[in-house]
């Protein structure tokens, strides 16, 4: 059997790299039907753009090709520092302190199994359909 990767970048995502990175740890090298159910339960922002990553990675899968849905596992995920934007909030006596509003990137790679394709009895079907129409010109 061969087996098939596919991948997913989201980038821009609203959460510290650091606090992505806790919740992608939960689900590394797991299988994604469980992977998906731990992030559905668990209670911290950032496991909504995991989980939305991974369906993504999954969906790319399955367009590839026929993949057995019960092997998809993740293969490899990992979250990196995006874009920093510079913002200001207002001080005492009219001044203004800078602050950044970090963002984080979200990589995920899933791989899967494909189908086993069964012997094709269409085949075996044709020709014997085929055998009895010449039979019967011969006839």
Same mark, same amino acid.
Request: proline letters at 4%.
């Given at each position: 059997?061969?087996?098939?990767?596919?991948? *997913?970048?989201?980038?821009?995502? &609203?959460?510290?790299?650091?606090?992505?990175?806790?919740? *992608?740890?939960?689900?590394? &090298?797991?299988?994604?039907? &469980?992977?998906?159910?731990?992030?559905?339960?668990?209670?911290?922002?950032? *496991?909504?753009?995991? %989980?939305?990553?991974?369906?993504?990675?999954?969906?790319?899968?399955?367009?590839?090709?026929?993949?057995?849905?019960?092997?998809?596992?993740?293969? %490899?995920?990992?979250?990196?520092?995006?874009?920093?934007? %510079?913002?200001?909030?207002?001080?005492?006596?009219? %001044?203004?302190?800078?602050?950044?509003?970090?963002?984080?990137?979200?990589?995920?790679?899933?791989?899967?199994?494909?189908?086993?394709?069964?012997?094709?009895?269409?085949?075996?079907?044709?020709?014997?359909?085929?055998?009895?129409?010449?039979?019967?010109?011969?006839?």
């Amino acid at each position: 059997m061969a087996s098939k990767t596919a991948h *997913a970048y989201i980038k821009g995502v &609203d959460s510290q790299p650091r606090k992505v990175s806790i919740v *992608a740890s939960l689900v590394r &090298d797991r299988y994604v039907s &469980d992977a998906v159910v731990i992030l559905e339960n668990t209670p911290r922002r950032a *496991a909504k753009a995991v %989980r939305k990553a991974i369906e993504s990675a999954t969906a790319n899968l399955l367009q590839s090709g026929s993949i057995d849905t019960k092997t998809i596992a993740i293969n %490899r995920i990992s979250v990196t520092a995006g874009t920093r934007m %510079r913002r200001y909030v207002p001080a005492s006596r009219g %001044r203004a302190l800078p602050f950044e509003k970090i963002s984080s990137n979200i990589f995920v790679e899933v791989c899967g199994e494909e189908k086993v394709k069964k012997a094709e009895p269409k085949a075996e079907k044709t020709t014997k359909k085929a055998d009895a129409k010449a039979e019967k010109e011969n006839k």
